[in-house]
């Protein structure tokens, strides 16, 4: 027998959601469009000029803490197989860029809406050379050509709205909320949006292999391409397939050899490409030295992630840079910074001598962190030790709970 009110509140929790149903189904009528080549029906809440400019911010977002290489040989051969598959995908509209980021731990690359494409260094060896880097370049190229960032997001905006429908409805009795918006929640995120994913991966798989045919690169190659990426992650744990937002290895080559016929057809023999340079050759000392300044701006972040190491940070960067830690915390609030970046910023116009509103200008225009302290009188290795330094204090001072109208 249900109390009181229970009934109420669980005939409230069907009928409003149903009142949903018309404005989602009208939604769908006007969002729909079709992923080219594969004429899959994709739903879209969000227009590809919104999707283009928040990429763009993305981008942006991702180089600023990266370390892109300046490699002329490696930018060459990632800008010609790029631009190539570009060309074919035939998007005039959006502004492609490709770009290096010189990481040898990290074999991957992304590319985001609206053409910006990166290619981590990490992914040399696996890719071994231009036609490998095809593979890799037209699945990325692929996924801005099918919008699939669009679609994710709109998936998103459409969970969103289901679990404001669904909180509406139950009103404000949390205990009823728990249960329901928990089998939400897992009907979320592995019944609609990873088996999504998953989708939007292998129609990567299946586009890029045509871009790459067309481009004059044998799709072929992406077998062994695969191949030399199961041998490097077979040591390394990964989920089963059915929670993984990757199709699995075996899965993802039965899916490229029964797409191989269909890309094929495309595929015009051409030259065999050039080999990609090793990762010591394409590495520096600048750049190692800039990877562990971005590890150390990280783990600031990650100590300054809970009030008490916030304010072991704040009083020790006060402490060192002989600042009142109130106005460090309301500067850092107002540039909108993490505090690893804010830290790294403060202690260069600390060290230099230099206003801390240029220093600010240099970073938000991507400038490199060994430019950024060389244009403002310093050096990248004291910077370096500065952010250690700050790390292992704050990683042990023991902070009174109280500071400057922090929470």
């Known amino acids: 027998m249900l109390p009181v009110g229970e009934k109420d509140r669980l005939w409230l929790a069907v009928k409003r959601p149903r009142a949903l149903l018309l404005p989602l189904f009208l939604i769908s009528l006007v969002s729909c469009t079709t992923a080219p080549y594969t004429g899959r029906s994709q739903f879209m809440l969000i227009s590809e000029s919104r999707e283009v400019n928040i990429g763009g911010e ?25 631009e190539k598959i570009a060309q074919v995908a035939n998007k005039p509209d959006y502004k492609w860029e490709f770009n290096v980021i010189d990481d040898p731990e990290m074999a991957n690359a992304f590319a985001i809406s609206g053409g910006k494409v990166a290619v981590y260094t990490g992914i040399f060896p696996v890719a071994q050379d231009e036609v490998g880097l095809a593979v890799v370049l037209g699945h990325e190229v692929a996924h801005a050509l099918a ?19 669904l909180a509406v409805a139950l009103g404000s009795n949390p205990e009823l909320a728990k249960p329901v918006l928990g089998a939400y929640g897992l009907g979320a995120s592995v019944g609609v949006i990873l088996p999504f994913s998953r989708s939007q991966e292998s129609e990567a798989d299946r586009i890029g292999l045509i871009l790459m045919a067309k481009a004059g690169y044998d799709p072929r190659v992406a077998l062994e391409l695969w191949e030399r990426m199961e041998k490097k992650d077979k040591k390394q744990d990964s989920p089963p397939e059915f929670l993984s937002t990757h199709p699995g290895y075996e899965a993802r080559t039965q899916r490229i050899r029964d797409s191989l016929p269909e890309a094929l057809k495309f595929y015009e023999p051409g030259e065999q490409g050039e080999r990609l340079l090793p990762l010591e050759a394409v590495d520096s000392p600048t750049a190692r030295a800039e990877r562990d300044l971005l590890k150390k701006i ?19 960067m006060g402490a060192k840079l002989r600042v009142d830690p109130a106005l460090l915390y309301q500067e850092r609030k107002e540039s909108g910074l993490g505090y690893g970046q804010y830290a790294a910023l403060r202690t260069t116009s600390h060290l230099g001598k230099a206003p801390f509103s240029r220093i600010l200008a240099d970073y938000r225009e991507g400038l490199s962190w060994s430019r950024i302290a060389e244009n403002h009188g310093t050096h990248l290795s004291e910077l370096s030790s500065f952010i250690e330094e700050l790390l292992r204090t704050a990683a042990t001072a023991q902070s009174p709970p109280r500071l400057f109208g922090l929470p």
């Open 147 to 165: 919008r699939h960032a669009g679609e994710r997001m709109s998936q998103g905006m459409l969970v969103q709205l289901g679990g404001l429908g």
């Open 58 to 82: 993305a981008y942006r977002y991702i180089l600023r803490d990266s370390v892109l290489s300046q490699h002329p040989e490696a930018l060459r051969l990632v800008r010609k197989v790029g």
């Open 298 to 316: 990280q783990a600031v972040n990650k100590q300054a992630g809970n009030p008490r190491g916030e304010r072991a940070v704040l009083e020790v």
